[in-house]
C-alpha cells in the first residue's frame, strides 16, 4: 500500500529520538529536509494503524487497512485524502473512513472501507464527502466501486449534517447502479439509514460472526414492540443469506467474504460499456467425458429429483461455478460461470428442493440477477426443470403475481444473448418466465424427454380425459393410459419445435456443445429498445 509511513526518508527521521534533528540529518546527506509537520504525520497514522489493531483485533476483526491489504493486489492501493477531516497539528489523524483506487486481478477498482476504530466508524460530512468524491472519480474513471462497511451509523453530534450525506451517497449510488458494478461487503455492524447503502449495490456480503444490518436495532423493536432479540437474530448474516435475501454470499470469516468480492469482480467488466474479460481455456479429452456424464444425470422419471449443480459443472469451463445466493430460495441456482473462457450467468431451477417450483423469494432472485447480467454484459444460460410457479394462499398473499412478473420482465427487456436449455419439465407460466423464446431468447433446446405443457401431464390428464376416466371399468387403468396419450399428443418437445418455439432437440452429452456455439452466433448481438424514458417494472 502506499503510505506516508512507508517513505524511506520519513522511515529514517522517525527512527531518530525526538526526531529534533530532521532537517539538519538530512541536508548532511545532501536530501531534501523532510518537515517537521510531515513527520508528525507519519506518526498519527502510526499510531491510528496501532489503535485500530487493539481495538479491532480484540474484536476477531481486521483493521480497515489490513482488509484493504486482503482485497487489493499487493501493493496497488493508491489512497486519497487520506488526513481529509482530521487535523495534524491536533493530534488528530483524519476521518472514520478510508478511501482510495487498488488494482483487483490487475484490473483498477475504487474502494472506501469504514473505519470502526474512528469514532465508531460513524459517518459524518467529512466521511460523506471523501465517500462522494471517490465515486465521483469511479464513475469519471469507469470503474468498479467496492464499500468495505463497519460502521455506528450517522455521527449523532452532527446531526442533520450527517444525514444529508447518506442523501448523497444514495443519489450517487443510484447514478452508478448499472453503470458500473457496486459490491458491498459487511464486516461490522451497518444500522439505520446506513443499511440503504449496501441495498442500492448490486451484491451484499456478510460474515457468520460480527456482521450485522437491520433498520432498527434490538433496544428499539424491544421499546416498539416490547420483542426481545439478539443483534444477530435481528440482522445477522444468516438472516439475511438465507431468510431475507438481503445478503448475496455468506462468507466464513472476514478472508472468505474479501475473496468472494474478489471473485465475483473476475467475472465482471470495469463498466456497462466494456465487454467482461476473456480468459485461456483449451477444451480437453476430460472435458469431453465429463459432457457425456449428463446423460446419467437426470433421472427419466419426471418426479425423481436430482442436483441441477451436477448439470452445470459439467456444461462451464472446469466445473467452476459461484454461486449467488446460495442460502436463499434455493429452489433456483444462480451464478457465475465461464464457457469456453467468457463469463457467463447461469440461471436454473433446482429440482432437489420444492421440484424446482418458482415461488415469491426464487421469483425476486432470479430477476435479479439476470437484470445484474444484463447490466453488465454476461451472456444468460437458463436450465429449465420447474412445474411452475408455486400455488397456495400463502404465495397469492406474498405477491406471487407482482413478484413473479419481475422474471417475465428480466427476461423481456435483457439485450445479452441468452441460451435456455429444457432439461426435463417446463409447465405453465414457469415455461413461459424461464427465458423462453417467446421473451426473445436466442437460441433455445430442449434434452428429448423435456415436456413442454400447459399443465403436469396427470393433472391434465384428470381435466381433459375426466369423461373418459369416470365411465371406465378400470377408472386407475384408464388415468394411466391417458396420461400416457396426453405426454405423446401435447408433453413433449417436438409439439413446440414443429411449431418454432425450440430450435433443436438435442442430447444431453451435446448441450455444452450447442451452447457454445450459440453463444458466438450472437456474440455481437445488439437489440435496440423502444424510445421511452423507462419501464415500470413490478417492484
Not at 327 to 347: H, K, Y
Not at 444 to 470: H, Q, S, T, Y
Not at 479 to 486: N, S, T
Amino acid at each position: 500500500m502506499t503510505d506516508i509511513m512507508n517513505s524511506p526518508a520519513v522511515k529514517q527521521v522517525m527512527k531518530q529520538p525526538g526526531h529534533v534533528s530532521a532537517d539538519g540529518a538530512a541536508q548532511a546527506q545532501g536530501e531534501q529536509p523532510i518537515r517537521a509537520a510531515v513527520v508528525r504525520a507519519a506518526e498519527l497514522a502510526r499510531d491510528a494503524e496501532s489503535n485500530a489493531r487493539t481495538r479491532q483485533h480484540a474484536k476477531g476483526k481486521m483493521t480497515a487497512r489490513e482488509r484493504l491489504g486482503l482485497l487489493l493486489d499487493t501493493g496497488s492501493f493508491e489512497e486519497i485524502g487520506r488526513f481529509r477531516g482530521g487535523d495534524i497539528n491536533g493530534g488528530k489523524a483524519g476521518s472514520a473512513v478510508i478511501t482510495g483506487f487498488g488494482d483487483v486481478y490487475g484490473r483498477k477498482i475504487a474502494v472506501y472501507a469504514q473505519d470502526f476504530s474512528v469514532r465508531g466508524g460513524t459517518l459524518g460530512r467529512a466521511e460523506g464527502e471523501k465517500i462522494c468524491h471517490l465515486m465521483d472519480m469511479a464513475l469519471d474513471l469507469k470503474v468498479p466501486i467496492v464499500a468495505i462497511v463497519d460502521s455506528g451509523g450517522a455521527r449523532i453530534q452532527e446531526g442533520v449534517a450527517a444525514l444529508t450525506q447518506y442523501g448523497h451517497i444514495f443519489r450517487k449510488t443510484c447514478d452508478a447502479s448499472g453503470f458500473v458494478p457496486q459490491i458491498s461487503l459487511i464486516l461490522g455492524p451497518c444500522a439505520g439509514g446506513a443499511v440503504y447503502c449496501p441495498a442500492l449495490t448490486d451484491l451484499i456480503v456478510m460474515t457468520k460472526e460480527n456482521s450485522d444490518m437491520f433498520v432498527t436495532g434490538p433496544d428499539v423493536v424491544k421499546a416498539a414492540t416490547g420483542e426481545t432479540i439478539s443483534m444477530n437474530d435481528l440482522g445477522g448474516g444468516l438472516v439475511h443469506s438465507t431468510k431475507s435475501g438481503v445478503a448475496h454470499y455468506l462468507g466464513e470469516d472476514e478472508a472468505d467474504a474479501i475473496d468472494y468480492a474478489r471473485t465475483v469482480l473476475a467475472y465482471l467488466p470495469s463498466n456497462s460499456d466494456a465487454q467482461p474479460p476473456m480468459y485461456a481455456y483449451a477444451a480437453t479429452r476430460a472435458d469431453r467425458e465429463t459432457a457425456k456424464r449428463l446423460t446419467d444425470i437426470v433421472p427419466d422419471n419426471d418426479r425423481q429429483p436430482y442436483d441441477v449443480l451436477d448439470v452445470i459443472r459439467c456444461i462451464v469451463d472446469y466445473g467452476e461455478f459461484v454461486q449467488v445466493h446460495e442460502l436463499f430460495a434455493t429452489s433456483a441456482v444462480v451464478g457465475f460461470a465461464c464457457i469456453d473462457g467468457r463469463p457467463i450467468g447461469v440461471v436454473a431451477n433446482q429440482p432437489n428442493v420444492r421440484a424446482g417450483i418458482l415461488d415469491v423469494d426464487a421469483s425476486e432472485k432470479v430477476a435479479r440477477f439476470v437484470r445484474l447480467c444484463d447490466s453488465f454484459n454476461l451472456p444468460v444460460i437458463t436450465l429449465v426443470d420447474t412445474p411452475g410457479y408455486k400455488p397456495g394462499a400463502d404465495q397469492e398473499h406474498a405477491g406471487i403475481i407482482r413478484r413473479g412478473a419481475k422474471v417475465i420482465y428480466a427476461y423481456a427487456n435483457a439485450q445479452v444473448p441468452m441460451v435456455t436449455v429444457v432439461l426435463r419439465k417446463a409447465y405453465g407460466g414457469g415455461y413461459i418466465a424461464m427465458g423462453s423464446r417467446h421473451l426473445r431468447a436466442d437460441f433455445v433446446f430442449a434434452w428429448p424427454l423435456a415436456e413442454i405443457a400447459v399443465m403436469g401431464p396427470e393433472g391434465a390428464a384428470n381435466i381433459i380425459f375426466k369423461k373418459d376416466i369416470v365411465g371406465a371399468e378400470n377408472p386407475a387403468e384408464m388415468r394411466k393410459l391417458k396420461i400416457q396419450e396426453y405426454k405423446e399428443k401435447f408433453a413433449n418437445p417436438y409439439v413446440a419445435a414443429a411449431k418454432g418455439y425450440i430450435d433443436s432437440v438435442i442430447a444431453p452429452a451435446e448441450t455444452r456443445m450447442f451452447i457454445e456455439h450459440a453463444l458466438k452466433v450472437s456474440a455481437h448481438k445488439n437489440r435496440s429498445q423502444p424510445s421511452k424514458k423507462h419501464g415500470n417494472p413490478p417492484f
